[in-house]
């Protein structure tokens, strides 16, 4: 009997679920989170209340920068996040970055766009630390200017462009270079820039894609027969030629 | 060289020498008196107390 009795007891242990705590998913993830907060700490070896401090003034700080449109605070800001918060600075950046698209689209001038723009090229690079893929897609979302600005602003759409898009291929050692090189070919379909044209190619022939580079280097020999000729065009020709040669000299 | 692993050079924003001393010192007070600091930067215009919460953030980041 009392051997049925225990091991009634025993049963209802080990197999019966146990009591279901109101809250309990909650106590989890606070516990998770202060994990996180001591990992963190360690990382930057300081204290774990110091970091809370940190990230608290942080978060002041990135409620403020909604006002601002300084591009350094944006790229300030970014790197404090991934530094401090790793876990939350994407959802943070998108949520940045979505309030910086709806501020330009309604751009009164060309500066406000530009400084705009600036910024959020700033803040995705950051991003493209973490996730080089969803950076790209968001910077693709990016507004053009408004008809109204004319085509100064344009301009600056266009060399924002091709900055973001340099400065992912430099980062992380060619890491994202997939993405870069897919942001370099689409603009060097939309206008004719042959030293853009020719880093392009280079980069190609190093990831191995030798045809897709040659034709890159044909199409802008092309382009520049049917050009007229004037000495903005020959001189930046001239980079041209030399970047390619450098790039695909024989070995000796 | 770059005093603060991580955060670009200096805060662009926050002008005068005067304005850059006293988030110097709010950074440092930062430090001692969390609480204290971020009072204080509180009082400060918008665009100062951004810089003053950069310079924090990057004071309280930096380990000793």
């Known amino acids: 009997m009392h051997c049925f009795r225990a091991f009634t007891i025993l049963f209802c242990i080990v197999c019966l679920p146990g009591p279901v705590v109101p809250g309990q998913g909650r106590v989890v993830e606070i516990a998770s989170q202060g994990k996180d907060l001591k990992r963190t700490a360690r990382r930057l070896r300081i204290g774990v209340e110091q970091l809370k401090n940190a990230r608290d003034a942080l978060q002041e700080a990135t409620d403020l920068a909604r006002h601002s449109l300084e591009p350094s605070v944006f790229s300030q800001l970014p790197q404090g996040w991934i530094r401090l918060n790793r876990a939350k600075s994407p959802s943070v950046l998108e949520d940045l970055f979505g309030w910086l698209r709806v501020s330009v689209r309604n751009a009164p001038d060309a500066q406000a766009y530009q400084r705009g723009s600036s910024a959020a090229r700033s803040l995705l690079s950051s991003l493209a630390t973490l996730d080089s893929e969803r950076a790209v897609a968001l910077w693709r979302q990016w507004p053009d200017p408004p008809a109204s600005l004319g085509d100064s602003a344009r301009e600056i759409k266009e060399q924002i462009d091709k900055q973001f898009a340099e400065q992912l291929l430099m980062q992380s050692g060619g890491d994202n270079a997939e993405e870069a090189l897919a942001m370099m070919k689409e603009q060097a379909s939309r206008r004719l820039d042959y030293s853009r044209n020719a880093r392009l190619a280079a980069q190609l022939n190093q990831s191995g894609k030798k045809a897709e580079a040659l034709r890159v280097v044909d199409q802008s020999i092309a382009a520049f027969q049917q050009q007229n000729a004037d000495p903005r065009s020959i001189s930046s020709y001239l980079g041209f030629v030399r970047c390619v040669r450098r790039n695909w000299r024989k070995p000796q | ?64």
């Open chain 2, 1 to 64: 060289m770059n005093p603060h692993p991580g955060m670009p050079a200096g805060a662009r924003v926050g002008g005068s020498p005067a304005d850059q001393l006293e988030m110097a010192l709010i950074a440092e007070l930062a430090l001692d008196n969390f609480d204290a600091a971020m009072r204080y930067a509180r009082l400060m215009p918008d665009e100062l107390r951004l810089a003053a919460l950069l310079r924090i953030v990057q004071s309280l980041s930096q380990s000793y």
